[in-house]
């Protein structure tokens, strides 16, 4: 069976569609193939890359759209997958050429509220919201499923698709955690809380950092990613990040590495004092949804702080493994970071309640048969 992922937005070799969903699918016999913009065409895991050209831009990104529905249209798939609304409308396209094709929507972002994303004119933003919703229900309640990530974003969906299904951005419990949770020298040679991924929120890591310098604190924040890469500010946006440290003399608390490999991301994460997701409040997509940092962290058993997102904090509360931080406020995630530094015992229940949390709930090989299910069914 051949199950060919339409990426309009992800890169190659993202952690939810290449790492979890399409190894899963590959190891188990799918025939899978990734179709990403701007990507070359390789094979990794025995899992095909195929690439369209895009242009920058929101105007641009819309009319490249053609070039992925014309690849897409040529792979004969048995099940097409959409992780956005834009691949969504290029995979409904297909499917009225090719009737017997089935239509999966992984929406494992929160995609209300789309347009709030690409304009500041607010009647503009508010027009476009209203018609990409429109467009998205209209489809939704004539594919053969949906895949989401919360419990929230279930039963909105539910209630235009009955075949809706929950695979949440988990990942893979690291198995040798419990070798070292409750180690004194785990803390002691450790240095650095890390941040992975999209930086959406690059004035709060500077006010931290301010803080820290202040405070005459002995740990730092690394950064391992960087600016969208779909972004046309990208390249303007990394340059005033860095210029912004250097300016601030802030060299000793912030590491910026930009994007590493997912393998050694994960080297960094182990080694690290905990795990900080700052997303950008003002986003209803990102606010409403579970980043894949989330469980990257909670893998290494190690304590996570998060800025006040709703499903983000939801876990965090109920496992009890982190902190949350109530306001988009530098000085807040300075006090939690040095907290989880200076309170051994509260660190050290955190960290294994990450483990804990991963390895009887949230550990990946709990979705995988599900998975399987919904592409077979």
Known sequence: MRVVYLCAKHLPYDKRIFYKISNTLSKNGFDVVNICP???????????????KQKKGFVGRLFSLNGLYKIGKKLNADVLVAPEPDSLVVAHCIKRKQKNIKVIFDSHEHYYKYSSNYFNNMVITNLSNKLA????????KRINGVIVVTNKMQKKYKKINVNTYLIPNTNNLISNNSTFLNKDDFYNNKKYFIYTGIIYNPKIIIDTAKILKSRNATISILVLGGFS???????KNTKNFKSKILQDNLQKYITFMEWVPYYVMQEYIMNALGGLILMNPNS?????????????????GIPVITLDCPEISKVVREERCGIIVKENNGELLADAMLMIVKNKEKREIMSHNSYLAMKNKYDWSFYEKELIKIMTK
């Open 38 to 52: 701007n990507a070359n065409e390789s094979i990794k895991n025995k899992i095909k890359t195929i690439g369209f």
């Open 133 to 140: 919703d429109k467009i998205i229900n209209y489809i939704t």
């Open 229 to 235: 890469k779909n972004s046309s500010n990208r390249n």
């Open 284 to 300: 209803y997509n990102l606010y409403y949804s579970l980043p894949n940092k989330l469980f990257d962290y909670m893998a290494f």
